[in-house]
C-alpha cells in the first residue's frame, strides 16, 4: 500500500516567514487565541516589540524597508544621546576649572652636593650690587605678566587750528614752520588752512608733505568788498566747523606767528574759553609790547595793554592769545548763550577791534575765562609782524630765470 507524505505548504513552498517561523493552525493554538482575550496583554507587547527590533536590524529587501530602517535607527541614537545628556557629567568639568593652573617654572630644589657652589654665587652677585651692577629679575609668572600690561588710556581733546593765508613771498617758509610744530603735538590735530579765491598747488603741496590731517578750504568772498581778508578767511573756517560740527578746541594760528609746544599742549585743558599773554613786536619793531590777561592762579584779574588807542576795547586780548570750545558754535543750549544767532568775526569794526567784538560773542565777562598756564606768567607764543611788500615769489617755488651762473667755476 502506497503511502503519501503531506508537506506543510504545498502551495507556497518558496514562502519566507519572519524569523524561520511557520503558520500553526492547531487545537492548541485555535484555544491559546480564543482565550487571548482573558489573559494579559504584555506577552503581546513584548512579542511585538521583539517582532519590531528583529526587523530593523535584520536584513530585508526592498528600499521602503532600508529608509524605514536608517530612520528608525536615526531616532533611537537621538533618543539615547538624549537620555545620556541629562545625566550629570557637567560637575566633572567644574571641578577641572576650579584647581587653578600656573604657568610658574619654578627652578629645581639644590642637591646637598651643590648647595655651597649656590651659596658663593650669591656672595658674588651681592658684591656686584654693592660695586653698582643691577640685576633685574626675570619672572616667568604669565600672571604678573598679564598685569604689567594693564595701561590707563585717557581720550585727548581734538584740536582745531584755524590758519588764514595768502601767496606772497614768505608764505612756503611759513607754512612749513607751522606745519612741522603741529607734526609734534600728539593727535587728534586738524588743520584748517583758508585760501582767498582758488586753493593755489603751491599750498596743497606744502600740506601734503607735512604730514598732518588738514582741510584746505575757499573763501569765496568778493575782493573788493573785502575790507580784512583774514576776517573772512577765519568765518569760512567757522562755517565749516558748524556744519560738521567739529568737536575740540578752536585755535587762530596766523602762519606768520612763532608757537611752541607747550602751547598747543596747555590748548587741552579749557573748558570753555582759555586765554594768555602774547609776546608782539611793535610795528615800529623797536620795542616789544605784552597784550594778554593778568591771572591769579587761573582766574583773569585785568588785561595788559601798551597801546593807548586799544584801551577802549573790553578784552585786551590778540587773535592768537586765545582758543575756545567748538561747541559754542553749535550747541547754544549748553552753554546757555541769550543769542541763537552765528558766532562770527565782524569786517565792519576799527581795525585792533576784531578780537573783542569776537570774544563778546563767545563770553559775558571775565568770570567764564580761564587764564593759561597757572598765573599767566609764562610767553608761549610771539607775533612778530614779519612780512615781504611788494616782493614777487616763483610759481610753484621753481627758479627758471636768473640761473646763469655768474662766478664760473674753473
Known amino acids: 500500500m502506497a503511502s503519501f507524505r503531506r508537506t506543510l505548504s504545498p502551495a507556497y513552498p518558496d514562502r519566507q516567514y519572519i524569523n524561520g517561523s511557520f503558520p500553526v493552525s492547531s487545537p492548541t493554538h485555535k484555544l491559546a487565541s480564543g482565550n487571548a482575550k482573558y489573559s494579559s496583554p504584555l506577552p503581546a507587547l513584548a512579542a ?15 528600499r521602503k524597508g532600508q529608509w524605514r530602517r536608517a530612520a528608525f535607527r536615526c531616532v533611537l541614537c537621538f533618543f ?15 571641578d577641572i576649572r576650579s584647581h587653578e593652573i600656573s604657568f610658574e617654572m619654578k627652578p629645581p630644589l639644590p642637591h646637598a ?10 656672595r658674588v652677585l651681592r658684591n656686584r650690587v654693592d660695586e653698582g651692577f643691577v640685576i633685574d629679575p626675570v619672572s616667568l609668572s604669565a600672571e604678573r605678566e598679564r598685569q604689567s600690561d594693564r595701561f590707563d588710556f585717557v581720550p ?86 558748524e556744519r560738521h560740527r567739529l568737536d575740540g578746541i578752536v585755535y587762530f594760528a596766523d602762519d606768520d606767528n612763532v608757537y611752541s609746544l607747550e602751547l598747543f599742549d596747555s590748548l587741552r585743558d579749557i573748558s570753555r574759553f582759555g586765554t594768555w599773554p602774547v609776546a608782539m613786536l611793535a610795528p615800529s619793531k623797536n620795542k616789544a609790547i605784552l597784550e594778554g590777561p593778568v591771572c591769579n592762579a587761573s582766574q583773569v584779574i585785568g588785561w595788559h595793554t601798551n597801546e593807548k588807542s586799544k584801551r577802549l576795547r573790553r578784552f585786551h586780548v590778540d587773535m592768537s592769545g586765545f582758543a575756545f570750545n567748538s561747541t559754542i558754535l553749535w550747541d547754544p543750549k549748553r552753554w546757555r548763550r541769550p543769542s541763537l544767532n552765528p558766532i562770527r568775526q565782524f569786517d565792519t569794526v576799527k581795525e585792533g577791534f576784531q578780537e573783542t567784538t569776537f ?52
Not at 511585538?48 to 526592498?62: A, C, K, M, S, W
Not at 541629562?86 to 567644574?94: L, N, V
Not at 582758488?198 to 573785502?226: F, I, P
Not at 616763483?394 to 651762473?405: E, F, H, I, M, R
Open 48 to 62: 511585538e516589540f521583539r517582532r519590531l527590533v528583529g526587523g530593523v536590524f535584520t536584513r530585508r529587501h526592498g
Open 80 to 94: 539615547v544621546g538624549f537620555l545620556l545628556g541629562m545625566f550629570p557629567f557637567g560637575h566633572m568639568a567644574e
Open 113 to 122: 652636593n651643590n648647595a655651597q657652589q649656590l651659596r658663593q654665587e650669591d
Open 156 to 241: 585727548r581733546k581734538p584740536l582745531i587750528v584755524v590758519t588764514p593765508t595768502y601767496g606772497r613771498a614768505f608764505q612756503a617758509y611759513f607754512l612749513n614752520r607751522l606745519g612741522q610744530v603741529l607734526r609734534l603735538v600728539p593727535p587728534p590735530v586738524v588743520w584748517i588752512v583758508v585760501e582767498m579765491k582758488a586753493a593755489s598747488m603751491e599750498t596743497a603741496e606744502v600740506l601734503r608733505k607735512t604730514g598732518v590731517m588738514y582741510r584746505h578750504l575757499v573763501c569765496n568772498k568778493n575782493l573788493t568788498d573785502v575790507k580784512d581778508r583774514g576776517v573772512h578767511q577765519r568765518n569760512t573756517a567757522l562755517e565749516h566747523i
Open 359 to 410: 570774544i563778546e560773542q563767545l563770553v559775558e565777562d571775565e568770570s567764564q575765562m580761564e587764564g593759561s598756564p597757572h598765573g599767566c606768567s609764562k610767553i608761549m607764543n610771539w607775533h612778530l609782524h614779519l612780512s615781504a611788500h611788494n616782493t614777487v615769489y616763483p610759481k610753484g617755488w621753481v627758479l627758471q630765470k636768473n640761473l646763469d651762473a655768474i662766478i664760473p667755476v674753473k
